[in-house]
C-alpha cells in the first residue's frame, strides 16, 4: 500500500485511506460495547507480499519470514503456503512455525533461528526439531550445539552469523565493523570455523549475517545479497567448508509518507545477476517488509480536550498496545473514523480544523503516538486509526505497564 503524502501541516488521513472490511469491522467493535483498543490484520495482505516477493526472486533463492515482526498465529498460517520457512528466536516461536508450515515439504522443518543468547533450553529445543540452520552467534555457542546433538544422537546443521569488517554495498555506502553483541566479528571467523571442524555432531552449512535494516533502495539491497554470496564462497573456499546456505537475513524497508516503496521488482531483476555455485541457497529473512501494511491498529477517543490553547485526543490505548511511533522516530500519520453513536447522554467534546496532539491512557507523558495533526473532527467516541501497524506493534508493546486491558487481535 502507498500511503499518500500530506501536506504542511499534517492532516491526518481521510477515513478512506482505511478499507471497507477495515471500517466495517472496526465500527462493529465500536458497536459491541467495551471501548476499542484493537489491531485488525488482513492476512490476504501479508500473503500478497510474500507472493509477490518470492515469486521476483530466482530460484536459488528463499524468503523465510521473520517471525519477531508479527507473531499472530493467524498472520504466521496466513504466510505459510507462500514462503519458504520461518525464522525464529525462541521456543514459542519455533513451536508456532512447526505448526503453521509444512515440515514434510523439505524432509526437516522449515526454520532457521538466531539470536544473541540462546539458552541450553532453545538450542536443545532447535536441535530436536531438526532446523535447516541454527545461526550460530559464537563459539561458545557452537560447542553447545555440538554437545546437545551427540547428546540427542544427532547431527546439527549450523551457519556461522558473521558481523563483517565492511559491507560496501554502493559507491558511497558502507556498513559493517560496528561492535555488536551478534555474531562473530569477522578478523574472528577463521579462527572459530577452525575450532568448529574439531567438533562433533555439526555440520557447517555456511553463513548469516543481518547487516541491512529498513532498507528501501532495491538496488543497494541487491548489492547487499551480492556481497553476501560472494564473501561465503571466499570465506568457505579458505577455510575448506562445503558451502550450501549463505542467509543475508531481514532489512527490506517499508516506505511511509513521501517515501518511495521497495521495487520488488527492480531486486528480483538485480538478484538474478548473481551466480550463487550451483547446491547454495539464499535464504532471506525479511519481517516488517512482509507484515507492515497488514495490520491497523485502532483506539477510541475517551476524551478530547484543550489545554492552554492545545488540543489533545486522548485514547483508550497507547504506546502499552502501540509503541511503533514513539520508538523509532518515525511519524506514523492516523484517521479519524467517526462513529456517530454517542450513548452518554452528555455533551459529545470534539475539536474542529484545529491542529490536535493524540496521546494514549498512560500516566506519563511518553505516552505520544502523534503530534500536532490537523483534523476536520475528532470527537470523543471516534476511532483513531494507524495504517500500516501489522510490523513490530503489538509485539513491541509494552502491555503491562499501569495494567490496563491488552489490546485485542483480529482477523479479518
Ligand atoms: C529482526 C530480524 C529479521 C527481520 O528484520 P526486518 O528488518 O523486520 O526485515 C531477520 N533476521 C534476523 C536475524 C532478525 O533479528
Known sequence: MQLPPSAAPRSAYPPDVLPEQVRRRLLQLARA???VSAYVYDGAVAAERARELRAALPGWAQVYYAVKANSFPGIVQALAPYVDGFEVASVSELELALTAGEPERT???PVVAAGPAKS???????VRAGVEAI???SLLELHRISRIAVAEGVTARVALRVNPADIPISGSLHMGGAPSQFGVAEPDVREVLCAASELPGLDLVGFHIHAASNNLDADTHAAYLRWCVEWSVRTAQAAGITLRHVDIGGGIGVAFEGEKPFDVARFGELAGQVEPPPGVRVVLEPGRFLVADC?????EVTDVKASYGEW????RGGINHFQLPTSWDIVHNAAVLPVKDWP?????PAAEDVRVTVVGELCTPEDTLLRDVLVDRVRAGDLVVFPCAGSYGWEFAMHSFLGHPVAERHLL
Open 33 to 35: 460495547g467495551e471501548p
Open 107 to 109: 524432509g526437516t522443518a
Open 120 to 126: 541450553v533450553p532453545v538450542l536443545t529445543a532447535l
Open 135 to 137: 545461526n550460530a552467534e
Open 295 to 299: 495490520g491497523w491498529y485502532a483506539a
Open 312 to 315: 489533545f485526543a486522548v485514547l
Open 344 to 348: 452518554e447522554g452528555c455533551p459529545r
